[in-house]
Structures are given as structure tokens and as C-alpha cells.
């Protein structure tokens, strides 16, 4: 995501929209999770991972069943080229993968953008966001945080024609404009652009191909 997907691609070399982590991520989901339901699964053997497998849900909660497939169609695993257009004229390229997946018994989604290092001697970069659908506004309603550089940021939004747009304010001040776009059954792309004068025009700084792992 553009605000927090290049936070900043300059900055940190790699996912602008990400954080420094070590480790493999992922959505740990709890067995046999309803959507209306928590769990906590005492056959876990590490219990520093319950609160990991009560966060996970397997389906939307049938209070947003109709507001749910914009981002439903999501979830799951998917293979990334990301691409970052820098302010000096640099294009920077990386790859990587995004997982989606529902949480907080089904009322929220969270997705977890990875970006590889370039060699082994390097750390990964991870980054996060939590969307839910707003009931009174009517609209998704989107944070992403990034704690490694101190970023935060929100943006809403929803349905437009066939494409998901979400806007927001950068931490600079700028207006953000993330795209989901070109969406089918196994691919996406997902634009990141930003406006420095009120939204009269907009500079494209991210575009991102996304595959579905099978």
C-alpha cells in the first residue's frame, strides 16, 4: 500500500509498506473456527501461540456477509512482483508474497506483506495491515502499522466499479490512493499513488502483480 507500502521504498530499500522482521510469517488459523466463534485449541504444544490461534477465523461473520467479498476473494496466499518508482527516477524491483486472511471471529481481515532480502546476510521485510467494514459509515476502514520505522497510517474505502480504492493521508500530508485493480480468481495488481496538490493529480509511486500460489 502506497502511504504504507513505501514507507518508504527509499527508506527501506525493499517494501516501503513494511517493517523489519526475522522469521516466517503467516495467518495461523485454529481448527474447525467458526466465523461466530473464538477459539483456543489446548492441544497447542507452544501456549505463546494461543492468542495466535484465536486470532484466526475461517470465513466472514455473517454480519458483513454482503459488504465481505470485495476482500473475501483475497484470501489466501499469493506471489508478488513489487515494483517502486522512486523520486529520483529509479525504478526498484523486489519479490515477495502477500497473505489474507479473516480474523477477530471473521468481523476483520488482516494481510501480511512480505518482502524477500536480496541474500542470506539480510533480514526480510514484513509489513501489516487490519481492515474491517465500518457498519454506521459504510465503508472499510483500513490501519497499517509499521513499528521498525514508527509508521502509521489509515486509509477507507471500498467498491468502485470492479476495482477496491482506498484513500487516506500520508504521514507527509500528501493524499494516498491505493488500488486494487485488474482483480481475478488468480491475480491482481495493486497501485500505490500519491497527490501533493489536493488530489489534482496523482503521481504513481507503487505497482505491485500479485499471483495466486496454488
Known sequence: MRGALTVRAATYGVLGFSLIATGTAAITKAPELSASSSTTNSNLSDPRQAMVAALGAEHPHPSIANEARPFDRLVGTWDCDFTFYLGDGRVLRKKGELRFGWILDGR???????????????????????????????????????????????????????????????????????????????????????????????????????????
Open 108 to 214: 476483520a481481515l488482516q494481510d501480511i506483506w512480505i518482502t524477500y532480502p536480496p541474500d542470506s546476510t539480510k533480514e526480510r521485510s514484513i509489513g501489516t495491515s487490519v481492515r474491517f467494514f465500518d457498519t454506521n459509515r459504510k465503508l472499510w476502514r483500513v490501519v497499517f502499522v509499521g513499528p521498525e520505522h514508527n509508521y502509521l497510517v489509515n486509509v477507507e474505502g471500498g467498491l468502485e466499479g470492479d476495482r477496491i480504492v482506498l484513500r487516506g493521508i500520508d504521514t507527509d500530508r500528501a493524499q494516498i490512493r491505493w488500488t486494487f485493480t485488474d482483480i481475478k480468481d488468480n491475480s491482481f495488481t495493486w497501485h500505490g499513488e500519491k497527490s501533493r496538490d489536493g488530489g489534482k493529480t496523482w503521481k504513481l509511486e507503487e505497482e505491485h502483480h500479485m499471483r495466486r500460489r496454488a
